[in-house]
């Protein structure tokens, strides 16, 4: 009889790992502690809830190595992708979702597929002995008992990193004689993805205010056992980049390049603010880029600076919380299990990828991996010059375990590309094309050699 497999944690990885197991005839229980313990970055008890930005960032699958990893995951019947396109948004040549409708979506889904039931309650340590498939996908923000337990089982301290929230403004509330809809560069094919963000320009007086505002501004205070957590450099606080030199911004997501100011087209804005919409509706705009450990109350008073936000209604400010991940190039096998305790296997962010579409891409493979034990099955891995590939082998074994930090899908953890096809490809865009057209063959022949096996 196959067992059952146990999946702890209903967040983006654990909710594609349930959805691919459960697919391939597994019997799966997928262990979700909220309602009954609560976070402090989650708001509701939905599955797969997003609670930083609702971006999936880049979907262009021919330059772009997320992008690409959105199309892997498509081909591989992806529930995350699945329901990120039902539930899309306009938002350029990015992928942005209604984070309610979506996380409803993929509640849904799971909660009615046959193979998958969902209990409600907080696994405390580690998982009890009988349960020979579980799949530990409790995300960064692992529940205090587990992480001690993990920690106990490894003899190696968790590494973390502290994540910030950006805050969220009631669209209405944007003075749209300064501010104006424009994608960068106009990116996109509809003229919805073309105007999928709001522009808030600044001349270099007001810019520099801005960065005085921020910098004096009062911040959250760290506990003593937090103060020497790092932040990752994918997702640091506005203030922080502000701190490491009074241009940061204006070359990172304040820079003004690829936008034209239709109320005063003849003058180049100096900086310019971003918003992005957070709904379907459109009531609701992220400020892009500007997660934050400002006090509450200094935050309303600095963003309230910047030209066109000057009477900005906040529907959710910004925060910050503590996330963990664990060492994995020392500590996982090649399918993400414990080596310590292979029932054990690992999927998602506590891995030490970062990103919604990473974390749910490593559920993904755990799901399979899984079910693959569960059911007699085989266990290959997806070959490294794919998206998922190239994750997983960075977080098993890939990285440097003495400097592990959290990563994103980029070019940089691929197998170099042949000498002919390299100098074959002319420029940036030519090169990143050949790691996809090279990752979409390989992933292909990956999943037909699956179908077969199965």
């Not at 809809?181 to 073309?194: C, I, L």
């Not at 270099?204 to 801005?210: C, I, L, N, S, T």
């Not at 042949?418 to 090169?431: H, T």
Request: with cysteine; glycine share 8%; proline share 5%.
């Amino acid at each position: 009889m196959a067992d059952t497999i146990h999946i702890i944690g209903g967040g983006m990885a654990g909710s594609e790992a349930a959805w691919q197991a459960a697919e391939r005839g597994a019997q799966v229980v997928l262990h979700e502690m909220r309602p009954h313990r609560e976070t402090h970055a989650h708001q509701t008890e939905g599955l797969a809830e997003l609670v930083c930005s609702n971006s999936f960032r880049s979907d262009d699958h021919e330059t772009s190595a997320v992008g690409l990893l959105h199309h892997e995951m498509r081909e591989a019947g992806s529930l995350i992708m699945r329901m990120a396109d039902t539930n899309s948004l306009p938002a350029g040549g990015a992928l942005a979702v209604d984070r309610d409708a979506f996380s409803a979506a993929v509640t849904n889904a799971l909660t009615t597929h046959p193979n998958i039931t969902l209990e409600r309650g907080e696994i405390e340590g580690l998982p009890p002995a009988e349960w020979k498939n579980v799949i530990v996908a409790t995300g960064p923000l692992t529940s205090p008992a587990l992480a001690d337990a993990i920690g106990t089982l490894t003899g190696t301290e968790s590494l973390a990193f502290f994540d910030a929230i950006a805050p969220i403004v009631h669209a209405d509330s944007v003075d749209l004689s300064k501010a104006w809809f424009q994608s960068r560069y106009d990116k996109g094919e509809t003229e919805a993805e073309r105007t999928a963000y709001l522009n808030c320009p600044m001349d270099r007086d007001q810019y520099e205010a801005f960065i005085d505002a921020l910098l004096s501004a009062p911040k959250t205070e760290f506990k003593e056992w937090e103060q020497d957590t790092p932040y990752f450099e994918g997702c640091l606080p506005i203030e922080v980049m502000a701190e490491r030199g009074r241009e940061t911004l204006r070359y990172g997501p304040l820079k003004p390049v690829g936008l034209t100011n239709e109320h005063n087209p003849t003058v180049k804005a100096y900086a310019v603010v971003q918003l992005r919409r957070e709904n379907a509706l459109g009531t609701l705009m992220n400020l892009v880029g500007f997660q934050t450990k400002m006090k509450y109350g200094a935050q309303a008073e600095v963003f309230r600076t910047i030209p066109g936000l000057e009477n900005a209604e906040f529907a959710r400010l910004g925060g910050i919380h503590r996330n963990t991940f664990i060492n994995s190039p020392i500590l996982l096998d090649g399918t993400m299990r414990m080596k310590a305790d292979p029932r054990l296997r690992f999927a998602g962010q506590i891995t030490g990828v970062e990103g919604y579409v990473e974390s749910a891409a490593m559920g993904l493979l755990a799901g399979r991996f899984a079910a693959a034990d569960a059911l007699g099955g085989t266990q290959e891995l997806p070959p490294p010059d794919t998206s998922h590939g190239a994750l997983l082998n960075h977080i098993t074994g890939g990285a440097e375990a003495d400097t592990f930090q959290p990563m994103n899908a980029n070019f940089g953890l691929f197998p170099p590309l042949a000498d002919d096809v390299r100098k074959g490809r002319k420029g940036k865009k030519e090169r990143q094309r050949a790691y996809t057209d090279r990752a979409k063959a390989s992933w292909a022949t990956w999943l037909e050699d699956k179908r077969e096996a199965a």
